[in-house]
């Protein structure tokens, strides 16, 4: 069960990021964008309150706090989404070549299978567009012109 809000909670931030830009944000600021973006009904989810998701974006080292001022700062390498599933490729490719008969397990359903038949599902189930639509849809307003590639109107901070 942790590991399932763990996943959800990594879900959010990794939609979240899309819709911010590399840059330095207030706690007050943060909360704005948060709010702007993120369904009512999530939030309310004590495990996925405002201050949690400002918080997994430190744990997942995505941002840095400045503990004097509360100023969030993105870091200079944080993986982004398309990055993120770009390195799944490249290892999934390398497993194959080195350890063709390897049992994987998938990072989002949890499927188990050979580094070929991985790559396949991957491509299949979890493509980045796929992925970026149902986190979408399950986490972000409805309201919001949320489609990868799109900018959104940013909220007022």
């Known amino acids: ?50 201050d949690h998701i400002r918080r997994a974006f430190v744990d997942m080292k995505i941002m840095i706090k400045n503990p004097n001022n509360d100023v969030y700062t993105f870091v200079k390498d944080y993986t982004t989404l398309l990055k993120k599933h770009q390195e799944i490729i490249v290892e999934l490719n390398q497993q194959i070549d080195n350890n063709p008969d390897k049992m994987l397990q998938c990072d989002y359903c949890d499927k188990t299978v050979k580094p070929a038949a991985m790559l396949n599902h991957y491509y299949k189930k979890h493509s980045l567009e796929d992925y970026y639509n149902s986190c979408v849809e399950k986490y972000c307003k409805l309201n919001l012109n949320c489609k990868q590639g799109t900018s959104p109107d940013k909220p007022e901070i």
């Open 1 to 50: 069960m942790a590991n399932q809000l763990k996943k959800r909670k990594s879900q959010i931030v990794e939609t979240l990021m899309n819709f911010m830009e590399q840059a330095s944000y207030t706690k007050s600021d943060f909360n704005i964008i948060i709010n702007s973006y993120i369904k009512e009904e999530i939030l309310q989810n004590p495990t996925f309150a405002i």
